[in-house]
């Protein structure tokens, strides 16, 4: 898979998308997707209700289909957006686009991502949990990778350096 499936076009289409949601102040937090607003996942792909309600994981499955992004790379998009401050989240949805070069590899960004986070534990934690054992107030975020048991979980002031971290990783794929 290659990013933006090797066209300039498919990524201008969507940071331009981006682009006027984050200027007509449409980008918000905690809101997947509604009567235009929404997410840093919604407001790239705009999906459907039948989608989003019935599937929801459809949804970052979208994001292979149409950009040439790995799913998982677009469920820790969104897992960061939802923790950045308010202004942070507003941008973060277009510097994430914009740190992509067309037609890179990113297959191995999540296991680098993972590595990373691993090797720090003074600052950051990844729990890799059953996700039924998911209530730990430690943490303030979970996302559950394509239903399987594979849990992620950032501590709530870790989103900043998380953030950085990604777009330093994705720029330096080819």
């Known amino acids: 898979m290659r990013s933006f499936h090797g066209f300039e076009t498919v990524k201008q289409l969507y ?9 007509a102040d449409e980008i918000i937090q905690f809101s997947f997707w509604n009567n235009g607003k929404g997410c840093a996942v919604g407001c790239t792909i705009h999906p459907t209700d039948q989608i989003y309600y019935k599937l929801p994981m459809e949804v970052y499955k979208q994001y292979e289909k149409e950009l040439g992004i790995p799913r998982i790379l677009a ?27 067309v037609g890179s590899d990113l297959s191995s960004v999540w296991n680098k991502f993972s590595n990373w986070i691993m090797k720090d534990e003074t600052k950051r934690r990844i729990a890799l949990l059953n996700k039924k054992h998911a209530d730990d107030t430690e943490f303030d975020y979970l996302d559950v990778y394509n239903g399987t048991n594979l849990c992620f979980f950032f501590k709530n002031n870790h989103y900043i350096a998380q953030s950085e971290k990604l777009l330093e990783l994705l720029r330096e794929c080819v």
Do not use: A, T
């Not at 960061?80 to 686009?97: A, D, R, T, V, Y």
């Open 75 to 101: 469920l820790l998009k969104d897992s960061i957006f939802e923790g950045l401050p308010n202004e942070e989240s507003k941008e973060w949805p277009i510097k994430f686009l914009e740190s992509i070069k």
């Open 15 to 23: 940071l331009n998308r981006l682009r006027d949601h984050y200027n």
